[in-house]
């Protein structure tokens, strides 16, 4: 029989989680009073953590991915003595509550990773997983258990229907990632009614196919201890990521229990004094926790200092041992790079070579892959192309396959580009590691779900993005992206950077690596690009400046990576003309709108025509470009001379267009795009 007390911590859980919806007027209750024996059974009988300390590093992670459940996730949080206060339970959904609609990982003490679009949440867990494998056979020594931490995630019939969920258990299961245990609540419910309209598979099948261990549970509403035996048995299985398939009744004990009615609507006020009655509880009370529930709950805090307290006495004795390990360990988790590893970005200058931007990202991955040891990532399948696995690197792979091991740092990912994304944000919440992503710039789009969530996560990326324009060539219009920068740079707390040569390149990574609260996107050529007089790293870090040109000019050129040079071309046809012309290049319209308002004026002076050249949509340049050339519909397939040449990219071309705009502003005044009066 399970613990009287086990059952009132469940009930409390239930009730609370409806009475927080209710006071909402908004929210999900069904999940959390289905998932709460589970969870309940997950933190108070499997998981270490310290509510005094939320970042201790080798926590256990949950990962709430169904998460417009978080009313549960709110009400543990609180019950177990993190920074949730019952006032701020009363305020969930409201205006600068910590108790957001779903769960924020910058909002809230205890949530890992942001969750709410379905299936990236268990795809993170993927991701936490894999870091945590990736430390362990990093700073683990025999006598030393540094990381020793487990994965766990809910997730629900929503998350195992969307795609990402899908390509990232493929992984997990490829790399045996056995301390990811997932917990399906199968409650056989979604917003359109019974799972039955859409969702019949065997879930335990294809799970069993990507290489899981499958167990399942009949009763989760009242069998704990199956629950507890369940997880129990998966914790031993060290060489299969596990799920388990528990039997839940969405809305337990509502009298519209088992209904799509209790999914995402408050609960009836006397359903709830029924279910209150039911359950043994005082119905006319509301968020009521009883004395002993919060005894209960207060001895699982108490020892999850206890579990920290050990750690801490561990890493003491293992400091003394290893100091060099302890010390590049502390590094890690507090964020800090490595001192001196910007000496290592490589530099150039005008006479060498031209060189595809993907190349040179290419050298600098070599220069400083064995700087910065917390870099890892990997491509989806195209390696050879995005050029990003350095030359000792080792791959991330079980040691049975014979191809790497977890201590590698190179992850092959496949063709799974977003599944790639959401498992990147997962190793960059667990802390320590840097993670990049690489594939086509066009094949972002792919991936968007998840890296949108990266710059909502405030979490530190690095998608390598190559074959960035229609320059790729011949591969033609369904690989050569034309909206994709648009769409990036629309997107908050993203820093989208198209470099235009070696330096450029070199200060990319440079901010990429140093922005340690915001995703990156760097675009790369496939084509051969000059190196530029007047570029700089440094240079970058300004988001836009001026390359060369005139103090005062009849035109400002603007341009962004393999457009630059074409337009310096078209520069100098202009000055024979005896057009005074200035050229811009500016890698990063995030990084010069910080600028101050004087720089960027002197960069645009006022009154002075600018023509922007991007071989993209020219979706967001009327911010800065009085006129604009770029592209107005998609590209074609054929060498990348002839695309140029057939979409105006040419300097003479360029330098008609600049003429023709100077005209046109002979007898009007110029606005000025870039002022700012507030």
Request: negative net charge; charged residues 25%; proline residues 5%.
């Amino acid at each position: 029989m399970s613990d009287s007390k086990d059952i009132r911590c469940i009930n409390t859980i239930r009730t609370l989680a409806a009475d927080v919806v209710f006071k909402a007027n908004s929210g999900h209750p069904g999940a959390p009073m289905g998932c709460a024996p589970m969870a309940h059974v997950l933190f108070t009988k499997y998981m270490k953590f310290n509510p005094e300390n939320p970042a201790w590093p080798n926590r256990d992670r949950f990962i709430l991915s169904n998460g417009h459940a978080c009313a549960l996730q709110y009400v543990l949080l609180h019950l177990l003595g993190y920074k949730v206060t019952m006032e701020d339970l009363k305020t969930f959904r409201q205006l600068d509550s910590i108790c957001p609609g779903h769960p924020e990982n910058y909002m809230t003490d205890g949530i890992e990773v942001t969750t709410g679009p379905l299936g990236q949440g268990i795809s993170n867990a993927v991701g936490l997983a894999l870091a945590e494998a990736h430390m362990e056979a990093t700073f683990n020594k025999d006598d030393f258990k540094i990381i020793d931490n487990y994965t766990f995630s809910i997730l629900g019939d929503g998350c195992l229907q969307e795609g990402v969920a899908s390509e990232t258990a493929s992984l997990a299961g490829h790399l045996k990632l056995g301390k990811l245990i997932a917990l399906y609540d199968d409650n056989q419910i979604q917003i359109d009614g019974s799972t039955d309209l859409s969702f019949t598979e065997d879930v335990l099948k294809r799970y069993e196919a990507y290489g899981w261990h499958t167990l399942s549970v009949g009763d989760g509403d009242t069998d704990i201890e199956s629950i507890v035996k369940a997880i129990a048995e998966a914790k031993k299985v060290t060489d299969k990521p596990s799920i388990i398939k528990i039997k839940t009744t969405i809305g337990y004990g509502s009298l519209l229990e088992g209904t799509e009615k209790v999914h995402g609507a408050p609960l009836k006020s006397d359903d709830i004094v029924s279910i209150k009655n039911k359950f043994g509880l005082d119905g006319d009370k509301k968020f009521f926790v009883s004395d002993d529930v919060y005894e209960f709950y207060d001895q699982v805090k108490k020892q999850g200092a206890v579990y920290e307290k050990e750690w801490n006495e561990t890493f003491k004795k293992y400091s003394e041992k290893y100091p060099d390990l302890a010390k590049e360990f502390k590094r890690r988790f507090a964020g800090e790079l490595p001192s001196g590893w910007e000496e290592a970005l490589p530099r150039y200058k005008p006479s060498d070579a031209a060189i595809a931007t993907r190349k040179l990202s290419e050298t600098l991955l070599n220069a400083i892959a064995d700087k910065v040891p917390e870099l890892v990532g990997g491509s989806a399948d195209l390696t050879h192309s995005n050029l990003t696995r350095w030359k000792t690197a080792v791959d991330f792979q079980p040691k049975s396959t014979g191809l790497g091991d977890y201590s590698g740092r190179y992850i092959r990912y496949g063709v799974r580009e977003h599944g790639m994304a959401a498992i990147s944000n997962g190793i960059a919440a667990y802390g320590s590691l840097i993670p990049f992503a690489s594939t086509f710039l066009n094949f972002i789009s792919y991936a968007v779900g998840a890296s949108r969530l990266s710059a909502l996560s405030h979490l530190r990326i690095i998608y390598i993005m190559t074959h960035d324009s229609i320059g790729l060539g011949e591969d033609g219009p369904t690989h050569q992206p034309i909206e994709t920068l648009a769409t990036l740079r629309a997107t908050p707390n993203t820093l989208v950077l198209r470099p235009a040569d070696g330096n450029e390149v070199s200060g990319a990574y440079l901010v990429a690596l140093r922005n340690n609260k915001r995703p990156s996107v760097i675009a790369l050529t496939r084509q051969n690009l000059p190196q530029l007089e007047g570029s700089s790293v440094e240079n970058v870090l300004k988001g836009g400046y001026v390359l060369q040109g005139a103090d005062k000019p009849q035109i400002i050129l603007v341009a962004t990576g393999s457009e630059v040079s074409i337009v310096v071309d078209a520069a100098k046809e202009l000055e024979k003309k005896g057009v005074k012309t200035r050229v811009v290049s500016m890698p990063s319209m995030e990084l010069f709108e910080e600028q101050k308002q004087a720089y960027k004026e002197s960069v645009f002076p006022e009154g002075i025509p600018v023509l922007s050249v991007e071989a993209m949509s020219t979706f967001g340049w009327s911010r800065y470009a009085h006129a604009s050339i770029g592209m107005k519909g998609f590209g074609s397939s054929a060498p990348y001379e002839q695309l140029y040449e057939r979409f105006g990219f040419t300097p003479s071309n360029i330098s008609e267009k600049a003429q023709k705009t100077i005209k046109y502003y002979e007898n009007k005044p110029v606005p000025h795009l870039i002022a700012q009066p507030f």
